[in-house]
């Protein structure tokens, strides 16, 4: 059985990863409409998150809004540090309880190492995997390998979506937010 770490030379390959930025409102609630979107079936939730400050406030906010919807407790909140021997017991933490869906506010290359963990040790499915903004970036995918993140989905900070389809980020633009709102209006032009 193979050692599921990132090598030091994967992670040098891809220079440095930005930190974790505070979470802006518009994430946070296009966040919450990804998981209550019709036909989600999602009641249960465990949160993960890095040690870093943005996303602790970011593992916070999420974990009180969802109480506000009047939702069913979050089952548990998980950290883990930004390097780690295995991450093996953090993992088993985020997995237990079998919830619904998990929900992730952490830096990139904690976020790519505990990934590859979780999917080595555990039944987590990325599918039922969302993230905060900072980890919509095309590295993450490339660093934990391209299937161990297919089917992860998120917010950006400007409330956009994303999601990780065969190790590619694509993101999508915000839904309707005001009245009269085109998804053409960036390609009408007047004449």
Known sequence: MTSPLISPAETAAYGDLPAPTPHSDAELVSLIGL????GNRVTTVTVGHSRDTASRSAAA????????????PVLAVVDWPESAA????????LTA???DAWVVAAAPLGWAQMSR???????WDPARTYGFAALGDSRVPALAGSSTLQGMRGAAADGST???????VTHQLPGPSAEGWSPWHAVISER
């Open 35 to 38: 998981l209550t979107a019709p």
């Open 61 to 72: 906010a999420f974990a009180e809004a969802w109480r506000a919807l009047g939702r069913l």
């Open 86 to 93: 295995s991450w093996l017991r953090a993992a088993r933490r």
């Open 97 to 99: 309880g079998e919830p």
């Open 117 to 123: 963990r979780l999917r080595h040790s555990t039944d």
């Open 162 to 168: 994303w999601t990780i389809d065969r190790g590619w």
